[in-house]
């Protein structure tokens, strides 16, 4: 009996090794890859301009309110009540007017980046899906979420680059 478990034991050895050596798991700069993509840099111009616009646009409301401030400290001593009155609801509702533009400016922009991101993040996740089929990787892991890697740990970093046409 003990002969049987010996030989049981020695055979399938080789076959748990080999298990184990094909079951690989891999380890990706997931950020590193992203920012390095030719979409992410373009999303990142696109969104450079389009928070230019808005910072134009906040811009003037900027200037309208430092002009009709001025324009009241100027004449506040000459104003009659009613008018003073006036001019200080006119300044509030520009200061209303900026508060509500810069509330629709994040939520637009934070909008506008998830829409342009979602390219960007399936094209990454098809380039890991292959480079981890084509390895036979179990697992790539980003490497953000560790806290320790192996120095035989497997870096799928340069092998999703390759696969994304990214030098």
Same mark, same amino acid.
């Given at each position: 009996?003990?002969?049987?478990?010996?030989?049981?034991?020695?055979?399938?050895?080789?076959?748990?090794?080999?298990?184990?050596?094909? +079951?690989?798991?891999?380890?990706?700069?997931?950020?590193?890859?992203?920012?390095?993509?030719?979409?992410?840099?373009?999303?990142?111009?696109?969104?450079?301009?389009?928070?230019? !616009?808005?910072?134009?646009?906040? !811009?003037?409301?900027?200037?309208?309110?430092?002009?009709?401030?001025?324009?009241?400290?100027?004449?506040?001593?000459? @104003?009659?009540?009613?008018?003073?009155?006036?001019?200080?609801?006119?300044? +509030?509702?520009?200061? +209303?007017?900026?508060?509500?533009?810069?509330?629709?400016?994040?939520?637009?922009?934070? !909008?506008?980046? +998830? &829409?342009? @991101?979602?390219?960007?993040? &399936?094209?990454?996740?098809?380039?890991?899906?292959?480079?981890?089929?084509?390895?036979?990787?179990?697992?790539?892991?980003? @490497?953000?979420?560790?806290?320790?890697?192996?120095?035989?740990?497997?870096?799928?970093?340069?092998?999703?680059?390759?696969?994304?046409?990214?030098?």
């Amino acid at each position: 009996m003990l002969k049987k478990i010996v030989f049981f034991a020695l055979m399938t050895l080789p076959v748990v090794a080999f298990a184990q050596e094909s +079951q690989k798991i891999a380890y990706l700069d997931q950020e590193e890859v992203a920012t390095s993509m030719p979409e992410f840099l373009l999303m990142t111009d696109s969104l450079r301009k389009i928070n230019a !616009e808005y910072e134009a646009d906040m !811009e003037i409301l900027q200037q309208e309110y430092s002009k009709k401030l001025a324009d009241f400290v100027a004449q506040r001593d000459t @104003l009659n009540a009613s008018i003073r009155a006036y001019r200080e609801q006119e300044l +509030q509702d520009i200061e +209303q007017r900026a508060q509500n533009y810069q509330q629709f400016v994040g939520q637009r922009q934070e !909008e506008v980046q +998830q &829409t342009m @991101l979602m390219p960007v993040h &399936t094209k990454l996740r098809k380039a890991i899906d292959d480079v981890a089929a084509e390895n036979n990787f179990l697992y790539i892991i980003n @490497l953000q979420a560790l806290l320790f890697t192996s120095p035989n740990a497997t870096d799928a970093t340069p092998l999703v680059k390759r696969k994304l046409g990214i030098q």
